[in-house]
């Protein structure tokens, strides 16, 4: 690579170009949503391990999305918050890859989770006489460990290609945490392959689950139309309408950072949509699942009763 090659230490985390003020007052509202997002998704969590009537295979999987989407948030929302108020934008090398690896984790099984979670609505809505046969704990257990192992195992995939590249300055991150792509234009030698295995990632977490839960709501649609019942086609579409919400809001993001070509232009575009997917996605979960649920409002009811002194 020549002399000027030097072993990097530090990138800089450049953010968004806004002056000190405007900082000050996103560092005070950014800070509330992660805490919300903490909170709310602490509280779904908290009641499915509590309440015995939720100990269902679907709040099983929502369990692990509020997992996911506490770490998800946590893994790069902190370091943006400090760099608000701190001058000083640096993170070092291992830092910066550790925050590259445990995003991507989280986000590869965010998606195999919210594609397990299809794949429950379809059997309960369209075999509900087989669905406590076919969705045994042992199915689900498999079902999220899977989706936990190959998460993690392709985001060290992403990482391991990202160690052996050289970077050899300017060490500038055009993003707000150390964002794959971001990272890649800063180095110093060819990165074809990198970016061959995050299309290949891209069409194994994003477009085959993708078409898999379209393909499902096909025949969720079908069978739901099929209900005699008002009441019980209405409870249906509301169950279903609140997992499509999230899988639209995820999976749309993540195609347009990920699938569309590149540009400066929309650069600016995608930091406010990675910030959209890292803190008011998760964010939205719990209130999406929460407020249009009776089961969860029910059990929320009952945990505060319990708290009552009689």
Known sequence: MGSNQSWV??????G???SADVEVLLLWVFSLFYIFNLLANGVILGLICLDPSLHTPMYFFLSHLSIIDMSYASSNVPKMLANFVNQNKNISFVPCIMQTFLYLSFAHTECLILMAMSYDRFVAICHPLQYTGIMNWRVCSVLAVTSWSCGF????VHAIL??????CGPWEVNHF????LSVLKLACAETWINQVVILAACVFVLVGPLCSI????VF???????IQSKEGRTKAFSTCLSHLCVVGLFFGIAMVVYMVPDSNQRKEWEKILTLFHSLFNPMLNPLIYSLRNAQVKGALYRALQKKRPT
């Open 9 to 14: 230490t530090e990138f800089v985390l450049m």
């Open 16 to 18: 968004f170009e806004l």
């Open 153 to 156: 195992i392709l985001a060290l």
């Open 162 to 167: 990202l160690l052996r590249l050289p970077f």
């Open 177 to 180: 945490f150390c964002e794959i």
């Open 214 to 217: 379209l393909v499902s709501y």
């Open 220 to 226: 969720i649609v079908w069978a739901i139309l099929k």
